[in-house]
């Protein structure tokens, strides 16, 4: 059984930045895609990035491209979302999401496995 567990939320000003984790466990994800996810309230869950574990392809929404940036660390077989720049409209809780092909996939239904959450706030 896949098991994520997030890490790294805060409460920070616009501006500054944070560095999100998602620490992986119960399989080897050589061959998975692992993204990051934002739900604000009363909104739907977007899609924030995502990255091929193997391969190590990205893939960002548009309205965090240039400012956030996935990584993973294979050792740790952790993922990381650090995020620079924020603004109040980054505010949300943030989940990892995790699938078993390396194909990337802006879509939420596409994911299997899920973390609880982290919540991120930036005030302006």
């Known amino acids: 059984q896949v098991q994520l567990v997030e890490s790294g939320g805060g409460l920070v000003q616009a501006g500054d930045s944070l560095r999100l984790s998602c620490a992986a466990s119960?399989?080897?994800?050589?061959?998975?895609?692992v993204a990051w996810f934002r739900q604000a309230p009363g909104k739907d869950r977007d899609f924030v990035a995502a990255?091929?574990?193997?391969?190590?392809?990205?893939y960002y929404a548009d309205s965090v491209k240039g400012r956030f940036t996935v990584s993973r660390d294979n050792a740790k077989n952790t993922v990381y979302l650090q995020m620079n720049s924020l603004k109040p409209e980054d505010t949300a809780v943030y989940y990892c999401?995790?699938?078993?092909?390396?194909?990337?996939?802006?879509?939420?239904?596409?994911?299997?496995?899920w973390g609880q959450g982290t919540q991120v706030t930036v005030s302006s």
């Open positions: 999401a995790a699938k078993g092909n390396p194909y990337g996939s802006r879509q939420g239904s596409d994911y299997d496995y």
């Open positions: 119960g399989r080897t994800f050589s061959t998975y895609t």
């Open positions: 990255i091929s574990w193997g391969a190590g392809f990205t």
